[in-house]
């Protein structure tokens, strides 16, 4: 299954970071959600984008995860050249991975 199916995703930034959340739709899922999405696999979905490292934090009350992905962004808002600075897309590719 997409991860699209259980949850939707949010995406914010600061500087070269790029901050990820992934949310169950229903509470029942976000243990699948906690087993299936490491910060291993996020780092490795986006290999192409992410050069530095990527942090999880468990939000199990909200049924979330957070990913920190640093070094995400091509240098920042000012320095980069993507079509997509605050990288807002990311959360939709996120959601077209599969568990």
């Not at 914010?12 to 790029?18: E, F, L, P, V």
């Not at 976000?30 to 490795?44: C, H, I, S, W």
Request: net charge negative; aromatic share 8%; glycine share 10%.
């Amino acid at each position: 299954m997409k991860l699209w199916d259980i949850a939707h995703s949010r995406t914010g930034d600061k500087g070269n970071i790029s901050n990820l959340s992934l949310i169950a739709y229903d509470m029942k899922d976000y243990p699948l959600l906690a087993e299936k999405v490491t910060a291993e696999k996020v780092k490795a979905w986006f290999c192409d984008i992410v050069k530095g490292g990527v942090t999880r934090h468990e939000l199990p009350q909200l049924g979330a995860l957070n990913f920190v992905m640093h070094d995400a962004l091509g240098g920042g808002v000012t320095r980069t050249l993507s079509q997509d600075m605050h990288g807002k897309g990311l959360s939709s590719y996120l959601l077209d991975m599969d568990i």
